[in-house]
């Protein structure tokens, strides 16, 4: 995916934007952090972490901001935690997911956050 992959040809830049519709789930606005539902979902719960900022890929946050990129991955955890009382199937557990490398359908960092089944 190219890194120079524009905010404004990014679905999820339109959410953050309100432009596009799209389930937003927590927002942290002073650490710049969102949580949203995956339209496309791998499991009974699939919610994307990721920062407000347009950054292309996690592997991309990882190598320039090792220290937003840790803060990323707090901020997924702590949601999934904050929100299993209401989401029965995150009480067995949930798993991260991050794409490194080529592999990226959406050219915006993210963490994956699926419910274990």
């Not at 949580?35 to 919610?47: D, F, M, N, Q």
């Amino acid at each position: 995916m190219p890194q120079d992959f524009s905010p404004a040809d990014c679905p999820f830049c339109a959410i953050l934007a309100g432009d596009e519709q799209g389930t937003v789930i927590d927002r942290d606005e002073e650490r710049s952090f969102i949580l949203v539902e995956s339209i496309h979902p791998e499991s009974a719960i699939h919610w994307l972490a990721m920062p407000m900022e347009h950054i292309c890929t996690i592997e991309e946050l990882e190598l320039n901001n090792s220290k937003r990129f840790l803060e990323l991955v707090n901020f997924a955890v702590q949601a999934a935690k904050k929100y299993s009382a209401d989401h029965p199937e995150l009480e067995r557990g949930f798993t991260l997911k991050m794409h490194f490398g080529s592999f990226q359908t959406v050219p915006h960092a993210k963490i994956h956050i699926l419910a274990v089944e």
